[in-house]
């Protein structure tokens, strides 16, 4: 697909449902050429009929499929690579399939940290406003029914007002910060620049350092499990998963992983030592690798990752919901307070 000229990557989304559909249609033994032209007949948005026709062109001229895919400009160069060994290897159909499946990890992955953040953010974003607002706007208005009655506001309200006499004063300064605060919201959670810079933000993070570990982890049980069922060995495995993997704590243990393997650790050990994964998840590997079930087994920890991340995920979310009514609530109802108890106290006294 192109956007103002330039070509748009697909997203994680987009590539599972294709791998999928490419999947089906090769184990009916209908060939990639024959599959995108089935494709095209029941798809209807003018940007992937687009894309399929750029795919298809290339096939009919006799080129294979990785290269037709290669030559669309939107598939990631791991795409491209795994279907040249799916199409060297006859194994075509598991590789997308198996594709497919990574991808949909990959999705998941990416909702659950958008979910993760969205929220508290627009929360906090909301709080700040509410609280603009009751500062320039409702305690004014305070301030004048204090001045009918003859007295004035002290302490805490005071302050409170003054603070929001300067806000009504810089207010050009204050629309300016919250537009850029709205517009990095923006970057962060809609580019992919943004979501990697923020990505990184949260690995040193303290709170969710330990999350965006176990996510990588998952990322990497995902890679390993694709390049096994691929039929490859697991030291150019590792190579090709290292380029999947993002944090340079990850890259440096797999880069660890296969200098041990030509050390001559078989993979389990290498697994454990480098502290890819712990000791109870090596020992399932090493289960695997005994019974030749490695892809097996590391989708079952895969699996187990991303469970125990969503778990994690949603039970963070579950208790900064509340967290954040409640501290919005205590910061409105001490702003309402200061004016309102003073107020009691001078409509009693003239009563």
Known sequence: ????????????????????????????????????????????????????????????????????????????????????????????????????????????????????????????????????????????????????????????????????????????????????????????????TGKKTFRNILTVFAPTKKLMQELESERFASGMVLTLSSGMDTYEGLALVNKLVESKEMKAKVEKCRQLLLDGDNFPEALEKSKIFSSFYSQMVSVGFKTGSMDAAMKQIADRFEHETERKIFSLISILEPTLVIVLSVIVGMILLSVILPLMGIMSTIG
Request: net charge negative.
């Open 1 to 192: 697909m192109k956007t103002n000229g330039t070509i748009k990557k697909l997203s994680s989304y987009e590539i599972a449902n294709f791998c999928r559909q490419m999947s089906l249609l090769i184990k009916a033994g209908i060939s990639p050429s024959e599959g995108i032209e089935i494709l095209l007949q029941d798809i209807h948005d003018k940007g992937s009929q687009k894309l399929l026709n750029r795919i298809n062109q290339v096939l009919l001229s006799g080129e294979q499929f990785h290269v037709a895919l290669q030559m669309s400009g939107v598939f990631p160069d791991y795409v491209i690579h795994m279907v040249t060994i799916g199409e060297e290897s006859g194994t075509l159909d598991t590789v997308m399939e198996s594709l497919a499946d990574y991808y949909d990890r990959e999705e998941n992955i990416q909702s659950n940290i958008k979910s993760a953040v969205s929220y508290p953010l627009i929360m906090v974003f909301m709080m700040l406003v509410v609280v603009v607002v009751l500062i320039v706007k409702v305690l004014p208005i305070f301030e004048q029914v204090f001045a009918q009655l003859g007295t004035s506001m002290s302490g805490f309200s005071q302050s409170l007002l003054n603070l929001g006499t300067l806000l009504n004063r810089y207010s050009a300064a204050l629309t300016i910060i919250l537009v850029v605060l709205a517009g990095l919201f923006i970057f962060f959670s809609g580019t992919s």
